[in-house]
């Protein structure tokens, strides 16, 4: 037994070491739920490997080098209408467009909820407003942007003929899909900041640095791994939206620029991406050609979970620099 003295001389007393409890002795009812919980595990994962493989199998089968390098032309069989070289650039440059816009904002939005948050119901409204932006479908977005881009004093961002503003381009399906990545990059950001223990922002202030200096030179170089993480799942939630692409980038499935300036000539047209690619191809579709559907599919497919990887990676990484409390 423990006594004072002992207790006084900082040493303290043995504790017992604690038993895994067995699920065997658990209610019947609780091994039920245990049960089932494990059921639906293994049932995602079974569902999750059976659209993997069969778009990996079905992938292999229809994909062709010359399908990544040649463009959509007209045609009715499958060896008339050309590949999908634009809508996979076009995949791309959509996603830098609207990353370049989510990650500047969502990481500013987190550094002023985590370290500022003043005034504090200006916060919370602006933290109810992010959660809100997190479950609105993509498809009130897009009527949103139609909206939006078809008012006059926007029309130098799109097509406009007559005094009309089209309002599909580039510019417009990026400004709302950047909307889709904003929570994430927020979310993202957010929880890396809170993971910085406060000792260490104690140590900058200490040094005589200013909280703008502490967030802009010592905290943010510390979150880096988690706004990679939250870039890379917003840009995996924007390269695999469909509603926006065809409301607000035309749906064309070849660029169609709009004016003579090498590049915001193409920004400003309109054009399509895997997604709304395959939609076009598939059995339901206008184009209803299942196999290229099936390639653009498993081109698609690959760089999500390429992704998805990154984001496995880097979060191994930020979890590897642990500080020291």
Known sequence: MSTPQALAAGSLPPTAPRRNESSASWRLTDRLGLGFAWFLGLLFCVITAAIVIYLFVQGIRYLRPSLLVTNPSAGFTESQTGGFLDPLIDTVVIAVM??????????????WLSEFGRPPVLARIVESTVEMLAGTPSILLALFGTLLFEAPWLGFLSRTSGGVVFGRSFFAAAAMLSLLALPLVVSSVREGLQAIPSHVREASYAVGKT??????????????????????LGLGRVIGDTAIVVLLLGNTLTNDPSGSAPILSALRGTGSTLTSYV????????????GKAYAAAFVLLLMVLALNVGVDIVGRRGTALRWNS
Do not use: C, E, W
């Open 279 to 290: 939609f076009y191809n598939a059995p339901t579709g206008d184009g209803d050609q299942p």
């Open 211 to 232: 909280k703008t200096a502490t967030t802009r030179r010592v905290l943010l170089p510390a979150a880096r791994p988690s706004v990679l993480t939250g870039t890379m």
């Open 98 to 111: 609207s990353m370049a816009i989510a990650v500047p904002i969502g990481t500013a939005i987190a550094v």
